[in-house]
Structure formats: structure tokens, C-alpha cells
């Protein structure tokens, strides 16, 4: 299965570099949601979605939705060039925190 | 909270005995539900932390590799880059199988055919030592990031099923085992109410038929 990727042009750059050459890169006429679409239309022979953690916020309830009704393709969220936010919590440790009742500090 | 009891329950004696079986068999499920939950805890736990390891490492990782493609984007130019970067061969495909542990599927990534080269995939001219930093730098992003999706997707099914474990512990625990223990007891004493009364009646009789006899 393939290893897709939608993030911004400069990771895209990075990650094609390391032979990732499905790349989509949200622009002003097409939106992340729009590309986003487009990748949930085949999911089938897909294995990893990595996302930058900026377009993970901006899709965010839909990204939600397709986490608790897909195992595979496993979806996993990087930072981008200015480094991870500090304020977004991501799916992994949302998950912890609910599963365990507390926060595990990284 | 006033104890509840199971509806539809009449106070006799085979009802006790059946609700008895009921109990001690809760009783068993719960420990056993409870135990799985630990155990589950207790192996989420440790892929946890492999897994913060893992996203730390990846931290510092992408600070690097974002800081030397910057730089080769600097010194050859955006453009060049990319067409550089979209020239380099596709890294292949992965494969996935199940995984069981304590009867949970757990994806496990297997990445044998997902090859990640050593050597640039560009020529020594057009490009500069910068570039060559940042694929390096961004191969070993991505080999990480393979190991982060195997253990995310072990950590999700994991949490799930936690999740349903607990749930039914809990409803074990704080619904149906108490509310079997107060039916258990209110048949209990209603039999006793009976046996009770029946003694009575019985000396009543007794002491009528003496008296008559007299």
C-alpha cells in the first residue's frame, strides 16, 4: 500500500526528497478539504496519510471521523518547518488521556 | 441511591438459585475483564513511551532537516529543489498484517519492500552539499516515521479496546453485580418472611385445635 502525504510546499520538497511522491499540497484554488477528499476516495491502497500538523487542525472533525471508522491507512501527524504547536493536542495523546484517565508528559 | 433490583422477578426459590448461578458468574467475568484491563494498561503503557521516545527523537530530527533544506533552498532556489526532490524514486510500498494481542488486532506494518537508498538520487552538479544533508536528514525522518505509524496504530487499537474493557467493568462493577447482590437479598428475606409467618400460622393452629380438643 502506498504512503501518501498532504502537507505544505516546503515539507512536500523534504518528503519527495525521501521518496514520498504522493504529495498533496493544499493551494488557494483547492483547499485542504478539498484535497483531503480526494484522498479519502482511495483509502483502499493506501497505509500511511502523514499530515502536517497545521492542515490536521484546519481538517480537523473530518480527520476525526475517518480515525475512529479506519484502522488502515494509519494516519500520523508531523510538524511543519516553524516546529509543533504548542497548543494542538494531537489525536495520539487525546487518545492516552482518555484511555488512562491522565496526561502522559512527553 | 436506593439499591434497584432486576425487573420481572418473582421471590421464589428457583429465582434464587438462578440469580445465585448469575452472580458468582459476574463475579468471575469482572475479575477477568478486570485483569485483561490491567494487563492491556499495562502493555499501553510501555508502547507509550517507546512512542514519546520516538516523536522526541522525531522533534529534533525535523528541526534539522527542515533547517538544511532551508539553507538548500537558499543557496539553489526553491524551484530547483523541487524538481530535484520530484525526480527522486518513489520509496515503494507498504505492507500490513494483523497482530493479536489478548484478542486485539493490532495493525503491524511490514516494510520490507519500503526501500529508502543511501545514495543521492540526484548528480554531483546542480546541487549543492546542503541538498545532499537534507535528503539524508529526510530519509532518516522517514524510517522513524515508520516506526511512529506502527507503534500509533498499535496505541489506537489498543486505547480502543481499553476503552470497551472499562466500560464493561464499570457496568459490571457499579450496576449489575449490585443489582443482583439487592434481588438476591430482597428474595432472601422475603422467603424468610414467609417461612416466618408459616411458623406462625402453624402454632396458631395448633394451639386452636388443642384448645378445641379440651
Redesign the interface.
Known sequence: MNVIALCDKDTASGLRLAGIQTVYVPTKEKTALQQWHEIEDHIGSTGLIIITEEIAEEIGKELKEFRLRNIIPIVIEIPDKHGRKTDHVDYISHLIKKAVGMEIKR | MTEQLLEGVKPTRMELLSIRKKLSLAEKGHNLLEQKRDSL?ER??SV?DK??DL??D??EL??D??QS??QA?MIMG?DQ??R???L?????????TEDNIMGVKI?K?DDQS?T??KEP?YGMSESCAK?DD??QY??T??QH??K???L??G?????VE??KT?RRVNVLENNLIPKLKATQKYIEMQLEEREREDFFRRKRIKALMESEEE
Open positions: 494498561v499501553f503503557f507509550i512512542r514519546n516523536v522526541n522525531l522533534d525535523f528541526k532537516a527542515f533544506l532551508i533552498q526553491e529543489v523541487d530535484i526532490a520530484r527522486s524514486p518513489h520509496a515503494g510500498e507498504l505492507e500490513f495493525p506494518m519500503f529508502i537508498p538520487s541538498l537534507s535528503q529526510f530519509r525522518v522517514m516515521l515508520l511512529l505509524a506502527d500509533e496504530g496505541i489506537k487499537s489498543l486505547a481499553i476503552e472499562k
